[in-house]
Structures are given as structure tokens and as C-alpha cells.
């Protein structure tokens, strides 16, 4: 399996501080994806950063990617209590529309 | 109201019997996924579909069906062969393009299945 690895697996922060996540993956990638998942709730999609791209920005999200490595981060600034959720990083399988590969996520808690 | 729904949100079986869930879209999306969710993991593929009566199995397909009769309809079978049925099922779509997909997959609110 090509499942990539989320570390920390669980992050406690208070209200208003910044909040890091890191993906670490196995095989090549186009691209690398990260999701957040509510309690209970289906997935939303948050950014994708292609392989060619070293950084992205969406609002108070950063991603950043580091293909030598095969590593990628998640940058949550000013963090809300509303972002207490699980994050998950995911890759594409193939090349076309065969799915993705996800790992086992990073448990957010935001202590107001 | 665009987007993907599933049904029913829970969802009770006794060991043994088949159960089928629901997924419909109305994205206007080619592909169609399904994943399964276990308590503290990540996601696992299922099976899929990138096109009307076609699917794939994905890394867990064995005791489940699918079927893809309709674009907007993605119904996935457990049947009783399928050893742990228990967990959340998710279902998404995506965009195809020119066969590659945009990647970007959208999700449904789960169905929770438990066996008795």
C-alpha cells in the first residue's frame, strides 16, 4: 500500500496559536492532497499542491511540499476552535480518476 | 442544492444478510468512489467507477458489490461474505478530464454501519 503517514498523530493547541501537521509518503506523486474530516462527518477538501509546486496558500492554511523528501506540512495560523477536526493527507493511486490513498490522519483538538 | 448524499445516515444488519447503501450526485461528476473508514484510521478504497457500467475494485473490494447503471448513482453492496462490515462508508465523486482526473474528490456525509 502507498499510505502515507500523518505525524503527530493527535495535537492539543490553545486558541489563536498556529498548528503543524506533516505527511510523510512513499511512492511518486502528481500531487498531494489534504482533507479535514468533523467528527462523525464526511471529508472537505482543503488544498492540493502538485509536484512541480513547493508551497500553497488558502486563507489561513499553508501547504508545503518537499518531494526529496517525501514529505509534505500543514500550517494552520491562528487557529479557531472551530478547527478542532481530523486532517488527513491523501495521494492519487494512478494516473487517472482511480481514487486516492489516505493516511491516518492527525486529530486537531483547539482548546478555546 | 449541489452535492452527494447517502443513505441512510446508520444503519443496522444482523450478521449474514446483504445491505446496501445509497450514493447519489448530482455534481454532473464521471467518477465515483467508496471508501471505508475504521475508528482512528484513514480512509480505504473500496471500489470505483470513472464511467457509466464500469468499475474497478480498489485495495478492499472483497464482500462488496457496486453497480453503475446511472451517472448520478453509485450503490454499494456488503453482502454477508465480507468477514468486518462494521465501520463507516464514505462515498465521493470527482471530475474527469480528458481520463485524467482533477483529483479533487467530493464527499458524502457517511453511512454507519453496524452488524449485530
Known amino acids: 500500500s502507498q499510505q502515507g503517514e500523518e505525524d503527530p498523530q493527535a495535537l492539543s493547541i490553545q486558541e489563536g496559536e498556529n498548528a503543524t501537521m506533516n505527511c510523510s509518503y512513499k511512492?511518486?506523486?502528481?500531487?498531494l492532497q489534504w482533507y479535514r474530516q468533523n467528527s462523525g462527518r464526511g471529508l472537505v477538501h482543503l488544498i492540493l499542491?502538485?509536484?512541480?509546486?513547493r508551497e500553497k496558500h488558502s486563507g489561513r492554511l499553508r501547504v508545503t511540499l518537499d518531494t526529496s523528501k517525501k514529505s509534505s506540512s500543514l500550517l494552520i495560523t491562528a487557529s479557531r476552535a472551530a478547527d478542532t477536526a481530523s486532517y488527513f493527507c491523501?495521494?492519487?493511486?494512478?494516473?487517472?480518476?482511480?481514487?486516492?490513498?489516505f493516511g491516518k490522519g492527525t486529530h486537531l483538538i483547539i482548546q478555546p | 442544492d449541489g452535492g452527494i448524499t447517502q443513505s441512510p445516515k446508520y444503519l443496522f444488519r444482523k450478521e449474514g444478510q446483504n445491505v446496501t447503501l445509497s450514493c447519489e450526485q448530482n455534481l454532473n461528476h464521471d467518477a465515483m468512489y467508496w471508501y471505508r473508514q475504521d475508528p482512528g484510521q484513514g480512509l480505504r478504497l473500496i471500489y470505483y467507477?470513472?464511467?457509466?457500467?464500469?468499475?474497478q475494485k480498489g485495495d478492499i473490494a472483497e464482500g462488496y458489490s457496486v453497480s453503475r447503471e446511472k451517472k448520478e448513482s453509485f450503490p454499494l453492496t456488503v453482502t454477508s461474505a465480507q468477514k468486518n462490515p462494521t465501520a463507516f462508508y464514505l462515498c465521493?465523486?470527482?471530475?474527469?478530464?480528458?481520463?485524467?482526473?482533477?483529483?479533487?474528490?467530493?464527499f458524502g456525509p457517511g453511512t454507519r454501519l453496524t452488524v449485530l
Open positions: 465521493a465523486s470527482s471530475i474527469v478530464l480528458g481520463g485524467s482526473s482533477t483529483d479533487t474528490q467530493y
Open positions: 491523501a495521494q492519487p493511486q494512478g494516473g487517472g480518476a482511480d481514487g486516492l490513498t
Open positions: 499542491i502538485r509536484s512541480n509546486e
Open positions: 511512492t511518486s506523486i502528481n500531487n
Open positions: 467507477s470513472q464511467i457509466v457500467n464500469d468499475f
